[in-house]
């Protein structure tokens, strides 16, 4: 008579309890898969089977809830397909789900093993370690600016001869407007435009004469005719229906040296753009200006769009793309092997893994400052845990059953 099926039974539920309490040992893991025990029988030659065999230990990558942490360097994957490229110190390189990061002593972003993450640099197609950006972001000198206004249409004409234009004499324009630009190593300087109206033409359209100045200097206007004699003012002209004339909508400037001896910044090179301005009854209206210069800036922080993209955010208020997150996918999951730290590797079974970008290719998109928790389903593991209990309950009564029928053999005269 024979123990061994009772035996191997007591082994399969043993490790099938393991696999069960490792589950709920890790429901709280971040990126934790959780895993089930398959089975098969044992026959040799006969028709009485010998027992039963744990056959395989499978993983279910089932997506995990999502939940928020607010920390800047943390990161979901909000989908089934795809997972992080790490790489170890040594350069081996390992995938994950756990979207802990933080960065380390030099600015790279690593995981509580310190395994760094990878993704693509900006613009390229180079997988890369992800760094925290450093230092200030570089100035943008202004090169252009908009300015869509209405203009007071009973605004009284200033003739130039009896009231030639002086910034001192409020007398002598309508109406003055302040802007800022930036020069190329990002200091500041304000632009004042004073518009003066002046009688219509003989074509019966209104005119008006800007005059510049970057602080106590006046600027001069580029002369489109002849560049070498610029022009001391700008001219806008309006037709009687109140509309910017296409031909006095842009007024181009070239500064030297704008930062002066001390700050001794390039040309400044800009224009001022009056489409859509208009010439209507009412008071002087400046609309929303918009210039594309600014200064230089501090880094105040990161996010991570939903495409991958990682931006990095500057107490100017400007924004860099750093480059953008990378994830994997492999046609067999279950063929990655475990090396614990909530990291697998590649294996033979797996194949190799398949890069891209968040949301292409079918790959799943990222949430930010958020993480993906544990895919641990407590009540259907304590479930799993009674069926396994009685299960090794079961097959101690086949092997004390067999014991029973034994002694009664032994004990035969």
Request: no cysteine.
């Amino acid at each position: 008579m024979s123990f061994g099926q009772g035996l191997s039974g007591l082994n399969a539920a043993s490790q099938n309890l393991d696999v069960i309490g490792n589950n709920i040992a890790n429901a709280g893991t971040i990126g934790f898969k959780s895993s089930t025990v398959s089975f098969a029988d044992v026959y040799a030659n006969s028709r009485v089977g010998l027992g039963v065999q744990v056959s395989g230990v499978n993983q279910r990558f089932s997506i995990g809830n999502v939940s928020t942490t607010g920390n800047q360097f943390d990161m979901a994957i909000d989908g089934a397909k795809g997972l992080f490229r790490l790489e170890q110190p040594n350069g081996a390189v390992v995938y994950s789900r756990n979207g802990e990061f933080g960065p380390n002593k030099e600015g790279y972003l690593v995981n509580a093993q310190g395994f760094y993450l990878t993704g693509y640099g900006p613009g390229t197609n180079t997988v890369q370690r992800i760094r925290v950006p450093e230092g200030n972001i570089a100035p943008k000198a202004t090169e252009n600016m908009r300015l869509q206004m209405n203009m007071p249409a009973n605004a009284v004409a200033i003739d130039a001869t009896t009231r030639p234009f002086d910034r001192n004499d409020e007398a002598s324009y309508t109406q003055a407007f302040n802007y800022n630009v930036y020069d190329s190593l990002g200091n500041s300087h304000i632009v004042t435009q004073y518009y003066i109206k002046r009688e219509a033409n003989a074509a019966g359209n209104s005119e008006w004469d800007i005059h510049y100045y970057m602080g106590d200097n006046a600027i001069s206007v580029s002369n489109p005719a002849d560049p070498n004699t610029p022009l001391t003012s700008h001219k806008m002209e309006f037709d009687t229906a109140g509309r910017i004339l296409p031909a006095s909508e842009l007024a181009k400037f070239v500064i030297a040296q704008p930062g002066g001896a001390n700050s001794p910044a390039a040309s400044l090179e800009f224009e001022i753009n009056y489409q859509g301005s208009t010439q209507f009854g009412g008071g002087f209206n400046s609309g929303s200006p918009f210039q594309d210069g600014y200064g230089t800036g501090e880094y105040a922080g990161m996010s991570v769009t939903s495409e991958g993209t990682i931006v990095a955010a500057y107490t100017n208020g400007e924004n860099m793309n750093m480059g953008a997150i990378v994830l994997a996918n492999f046609t067999n999951l279950q063929g990655l092997q475990n090396i614990g730290g909530n990291a697998w590797v590649e294996t033979g079974s797996s194949g190799q893994p398949v890069l891209g970008r968040p949301g292409e290719s079918g790959l799943a998109t990222i949430k930010g400052q958020a993480v993906e928790e544990s895919n641990v389903d407590m009540g259907q593991e304590l479930v799993n845990m009674i069926v396994a209990q009685r299960t090794y309950q079961a097959n101690a009564q086949t092997i004390k059953t067999q014991d029973q029928m034994l002694q009664t053999l032994v004990t035969l005269r």
